[in-house]
């Protein structure tokens, strides 16, 4: 039992390392260790480094929101800080991911010059537009729920929606097979399908978070953030599916950014019926 605990803790901590900036270094670096067989059994953790990132930004928005004045201005800036909170943590892996998807699908309807558009590192029209507008919708929608719902629903939607969007992208990782140069994708060590195992405990962080937003704030439509970015993942399965016949790395970011905004969208569009 305490081999399966510790073999836990490496594996969460692991999935810490890959997805954002929190630094795992020296001893304890030494101590998680590395593998591609590691990395791919960290898959399961991916909605729990939602649980950090969303509970961090949460708690970043919330401050934002007690320390500044009490003015129009201040659910927008609040909304703006957060969300730099947010990428900085991650180093905008997920972010990057969708402008290089953007380039790829926006550049070239031939599928192999479409991969080869992603590999490149710099950014390109479609990709400069995809982060501008994703960026707007995050700040426009969490500033709209600060200003329809008291501080901690608002709060418990970025926790909800940052756990909820690491949890779907694995759904393309189980239904589609990888594709591209896997010598430099960053995606080659989860280019096997998730097991059943990894998809459960997969499940098992994203319904806990759930569950316990449904305890502290259950008068949010939760269901329909959660209706949102289950929206978003099957148009990004058909676009991948169509469009590459697999997944990217650069695919799966792109999953996360569009299921992140998509459970803001379903709230918000939702809120009205759920106040009628």
Known sequence: MIQIFLQFIRHYLLAVQFFTRIPVTGKLAEWVGFSPAMLRASAAHFPGVGWLVGASSAVVLWGLVWALPEVSASSW????????????LTGAFHEDGLADTADGLGGSLNRERALDIMKDSRVGTYGALALVLIVLLKVGLLAMLLQLVPLPAAAAAGFGA???????????????????????SKSKPLADQIGNNSLLAAAVWAGLALALLYALVPGMPWWAGVLGAMVALGYMLRLLKRRLAGFTGDGLGATQQLCEVAFYFGLVVALPLAHA
């Open 162 to 184: 940052h756990v909820v969007s690491r949890f779907l992208p694995l759904f393309i990782i189980r239904s589609l097979p990888h594709v591209g140069d896997t010598q430099q």
């Open 77 to 88: 800036v609040a909304a703006v800080l957060c969300t730099v909170f947010g990428v900085m």
